[in-house]
């Protein structure tokens, strides 16, 4: 009979020795030794190299005993410091086993055994089952169920109180606001994108009005400006919610105004809020609450959210969903609740705001276009090629929408007869890309949507000349006819684009003068207190209806 025996060994020494023993004594040479990485050198000096196996218990996965016993066998013998110990943590070890071995048997040192049949490994596979079943299923499915009646209870009790106040809060901002003339209070939350809510706070603060910006979501560009900041843990989903609804009624009783930052997001929306289906529920009740209330509702819309795929894909120009990748697609066109919180948004605001012109096809016809924000820094262009190098910058947050191949091919090309050192900023902070752009001599945007964004809105602040693609149809219906943007031929981009950047590479005049014209126009529209006149101007327009 050919019998196989698997050792397991204890970190006690006496285990060590109490082992060697039983093998002299039985004058057995077909062994192994499953090692969990304790005392390795001890382990291998006592039974030998060649029979160990690489073993640890944390690590079931890493175990291959396949590769070890390759034979089928008839009798398995398990050493062990007791018969009756817990067969749990090895049993994967064990089911491997049984695999190959006929019988299976447990010993220990004083010579007892203890045999494990059929129906003993049946047991401990189904008792291991209803563990890990109770683990990762019930006891899962348990814990978001009391989240999510707890988060429903504390949510509808908060929402019951605001709801009895709303008529007061109601008569309260039309005694300040309407008959007593007062300024109304403005907050703009959650999410910092490029810095808006900051800068948008701060201009409408030097205008008079008392606003405050919100952030609760950290951004991966790090800006570190905000009046107040509350990044929530995900890790302890009670005490988070508890925040955030504590957040909330502050924010409602507080202000008059509320300004959302990213498409649809309000409070109790993705990804503070987890379960889509209960912050579907939430959002609507949210924005109910602030009609009740008399409460005024912005929405900015940006990139992809507002997009109607079938309407943009029958458009004669350039846009996102001609060049989107399946992931976005995926992520953004075929997820119906990111679709739904959007469509809810529409359908509760007060007013609709959009960040780039691309956007205007796809939101109500009443929508404004608010351009993005920047605080003016005094700049001025020159000439970094010091070492007979120029530099040339492209920002690609989104390779399929930026068209960032595309710019690829064309710097390749021009490293042929031009001396260039090309740069892709990706995940940096803002001071960071700051820094980079300061030291450019060219920047190349986007060619894909048909706008520009905030990175080309920085680089022509920093008096940099950009080239990118601009829809002519946006001039002079939402861009300013000034816009300095060197703009490429849609019908050919690769090769126009390759001409504009070469006239750049060989005209330092030129890239002197479009960068000029940036500054100029940069503080004429995107300077933060005329971006936030014009917000102004957008909320007095709803008090005046």
Not at 188 to 194: E, L, M, P, T, Y
Not at 342 to 356: Q, R
Not at 362 to 387: F, R
Not at 422 to 448: H, M, P
Request: aromatic residues 14%.
């Amino acid at each position: 009979m050919k019998i196989r025996r698997v050792i397991f060994l204890s970190v006690n020494q006496s285990f060590f020795d109490s082992f060697l023993d039983l093998l002299k004594s039985e004058n057995i040479e077909n062994y192994f030794v499953l090692r969990d990485g304790i005392k390795e050198t001890l382990i291998e000096e006592k039974f030998g190299h060649n029979h160990i196996i690489p073993y640890k218990k944390e690590q079931y996965i890493q175990l291959d005993l396949q590769d070890y016993l390759n034979d089928s066998f008839d009798e398995a013998i398990i050493m062990c410091r007791d018969v009756n110990v817990d067969l749990s943590w090895f049993s994967k070890f064990i089911f491997i086993v049984a695999s190959k071995a006929k019988r299976i048997f447990l010993c220990d040192i004083s010579g007892r055994k203890k045999e494990l049949n059929y129906y003993s490994i049946l047991y401990l596979k189904i008792k291991l089952y209803c563990k890990s079943l109770y683990q990762k299923k019930i006891k899962f499915y348990a814990q978001k169920v009391s989240y999510k009646t707890f988060s429903f209870i504390a949510f509808s009790l908060a929402s019951l109180i605001l709801l009895i106040l709303s008529p007061i809060l109601r008569l309260y901002g039309y005694l300040i606001i309407k008959v007593l003339k007062r300024s109304f209070k403005v907050c703009i939350a959650k999410r910092v994108i490029s810095n808006q809510p900051y800068l948008l706070s701060k201009g409408l603060k030097e205008l008079g009005i008392n606003a405050f910006s919100v952030e609760l979501c950290e951004h991966v560009f790090l800006y570190d400006k905000c009046d107040y900041r509350m990044f929530i843990s995900k890790r302890i989903p009670f005490l988070r919610f508890f925040l955030l609804l504590s957040i909330f009624t502050y924010c409602f009783i507080k202000s008059d105004v509320f300004i959302f930052s990213v498409n649809g997001e309000c409070f109790f929306v993705s990804p503070l809020f987890q379960d889509w289906e209960l912050s579907l529920l939430f959002q609507k009740i949210e924005l109910i609450l602030y009609k009740i209330a008399g409460k005024k509702v912005i929405f900015q819309m940006r990139d992809c959210s507002v997009y109607n795929r079938d309407m943009a894909l029958q458009l004669k120009n350039r846009n996102r969903c001609k060049h989107c990748s399946p992931e976005i697609e995926k992520y953004f066109c075929r997820n119906i609740y990111y679709r739904e919180v959007t469509k809810t948004a529409i359908k509760f605001a007060s007013k609709i705001i959009y960040s780039t012109a691309d956007l205007k096809a796809y939101v109500p016809g009443n929508s404004d276009w608010l351009p993005n924000a920047i605080e003016i820094k005094e700049s001025s262009y020159h000439n970094n090629n010091d070492n007979g190098k120029l530099k040339i910058i492209h920002s690609s947050t989104n390779v399929y929408a930026k068209g960032t191949g595309l710019v690829c091919r064309v710097i390749e090309k021009l490293k042929f007869k031009y001396k260039i050192d090309f740069e892709i900023l990706n995940g940096r902070s803002q001071k960071e890309v700051f820094n980079i752009i300061e030291n450019a001599d060219i920047v190349v945007g986007q060619f894909t949507v048909g706008a520009y964004g905030n990175f080309e809105i920085e680089a022509m602040m920093m008096k940099k000349p950009v080239v990118g693609y601009i829809n002519p149809e946006y001039i002079p219906n939402i861009y300013d006819e000034s816009i300095p943007i060197v703009n490429v031929d849609e019908n050919n981009i690769e090769e126009s684009l390759y001409e504009k950047i070469e006239q750049l590479i060989l005209n330092q005049n030129l890239r002197e003068k479009i960068g000029s014209k940036g500054y100029e126009y940069v503080n004429k529209i995107h300077d933060y207190r005329i971006v936030s006149k014009k917000l102004l101007s957008i909320i007095n327009n709803l008090y005046e209806r």
